[in-house]
């Protein structure tokens, strides 16, 4: 797993570098989206460690003390983030290609914008 939290940071960086080059990497909607996507993937890795450390199911107490398994509440906190998220790389690239300029246009970033645009 160490393995994808390293490509999502490189993914983060690779979609950093693309922003320069549209030259949007200064503009307050890019870099204000950008920085809560990269928080968003810090409480999706603070959500994993916590998944990990406690599992999939923990014990809930009631007031007298009977105790009830139920669900990780971190997994349904972990879904809403990675939703969350997504629609935060949506609008990434939304922001890329509205405000960028055009020099970048053969890349593979944009490849992947003019295929979301196909579906």
């Known amino acids: 797993m160490a393995k994808v939290k390293?490509?999502?940071?490189e993914m983060a960086?690779?979609?950093?570098?693309k922003a320069e080059k549209r030259g949007v990497q200064s503009n307050f909607f890019f870099r204000t989206t950008f920085n809560r996507y990269l928080v968003q993937l810090q409480i999706l890795k603070d959500l994993?460690?916590?998944?990990?450390?406690y599992g999939t199911t923990v014990t809930k107490?009631?007031?007298k003390g009977r105790a009830n398994l139920m669900a990780n509440p971190a997994i349904t906190e972990y879904n809403r983030t990675t939703t969350a998220a997504n629609a935060t790389v949506a609008t990434l690239i939304n922001i890329i290609k509205?405000?960028?300029n055009e020099?970048?246009?053969?890349?593979?970033l944009q490849?992947?914008?003019?295929?979301l645009n196909d579906e």
């Open 103 to 108: 020099e970048d246009k053969g890349s593979r």
């Open 98 to 100: 509205s405000l960028g």
């Open 6 to 9: 390293k490509d999502l940071q």
């Open 48 to 53: 994993e460690k916590a998944i990990e450390e």
């Open 111 to 115: 490849e992947l914008i003019d295929g």
């Open 13 to 17: 960086g690779e979609l950093l570098e």
């Open 61 to 63: 107490e009631y007031v």
